[in-house]
């Protein structure tokens, strides 16, 4: 494996060596497998609660890649997958992420699912990262030449490597973001509203049925699907916060927080008070900081009484 490769993900390589790799990556199909295999792996060992020593889990990490026979790829991916499923709660999520890397095609469309309450980040072959949300699902091309199209379905957010040539493309739902290269982050959970943020550069929204009827967002805009119409808001918080494991509201209807919870955490909130939805909130959490912990900081500030069933999996607010 090139040792640019361990260096990148114990983020020790700077800004130039990181532009090299990732062109060289570019026109190496082996080196931008190795690169996404290796990034993958890394963003579920950082992210993991159960990793309590983050430093120590990277040291343990480089000295496993170092050991790796350039010549035994299929043994070195049954170990890799292997070493994750020790460090993980859960084999499904090592195997789920690994698998969908590691593929030898050129062109197939393949599919990277993060569960709940996890996140994870990818590595396109054009060099453009992703960041993707907890019970969220990306599908994307894997060559290096190809259109540069991805679906999605929940949250995400790209930081796309500028190609005038290849414009990136996301569909998400009825939504069509085209951009050239930017950072923006797309929510598009099921039942959820549709809406676009942009941090930097500019890009265009447009339904998937007309996409002649588009509109172009600035930097710190947001495009939000209401009545089947893009209505541009203003953007209060960075709306890629929870790649950093924070959630931030700002004004926030309760019932907006609680689609959120829902979301990260996996559990089923039912308010049932008509009065509770008119609540709005302005604060920020940890993800970390856990459920009961972010409804009783919640209930402090806009009182409500709340119950849960016995497994945990429900929670009802009235």
């Excluded at 800004?15 to 990732?22: F, P, S, V």
């Excluded at 994870?120 to 699902?137: C, M």
């Excluded at 996301?170 to 290269?181: E, H």
């Amino acid at each position: 494996m090139d040792e640019r490769i361990i260096a990148f993900c114990m983020g020790q390589l700077d800004k130039a060596d990181t532009a090299a790799l990732l062109v060289d990556a570019s026109n190496d199909a082996q080196l931008m497998r190795e690169l996404q295999q290796a990034d993958a792996l890394d963003a579920l060992l950082q992210l993991h609660p159960a990793m309590g020593n983050s430093e120590e889990g990277r040291q343990g990490y480089a000295r496993f890649v170092q050991r790796v026979d350039k010549g035994r790829r299929k043994a070195w991916a049954i170990k890799l997958m292997k070493y994750a499923a020790v460090l993980i709660t859960g084999v499904v999520v090592s195997w789920t992420i690994f698998t969908q890397v590691h593929n030898d095609s050129e062109t197939a469309m393949q599919m990277l699912s993060v569960p709940v309450g996890q996140r994870a980040r990818l590595i396109l072959a054009d060099g453009s990262s992703v960041w993707v949300n907890s019970g969220s699902t990306l599908k994307y091309t894997s060559g290096i030449r190809g259109e540069r199209r991805v679906e999605l379905s929940g949250e995400a957010t790209f930081n796309v490597a500028h190609d005038a040539s290849r414009p990136f493309i996301v569909t998400a739902g009825s939504m069509r973001v085209r951009v050239l290269g930017t950072r923006f982050n797309v929510s598009a959970y099921p039942r959820h509203e549709l809406s676009v943020s942009l941090m930097r550069g500019r890009v265009s929204v447009s339904s998937m049925q007309n996409s002649s009827d588009s509109i172009i967002l600035k930097p710190g805009q947001r495009a939000v699907l209401h009545d089947g119409r893009y209505v541009i808001k203003p953007l209060y918080d960075n709306p890629a916060l929870w790649t950093t494991g924070l959630m931030a509201f700002n004004n926030a209807p309760l019932t907006d927080i609680i689609n959120q919870l829902e979301t990260c955490y996996g559990v089923r909130i039912k308010i049932d008070n008509t009065r509770l939805q008119n609540y709005t909130y302005t604060g920020k959490f940890r993800q970390a900081d856990g459920l009961d912990n972010i409804l009783h900081l919640i209930q402090k500030a806009r009182p409500f009484n709340m119950k849960k069933n016995p497994d945990g999996s429900e929670i009802e607010i009235y």
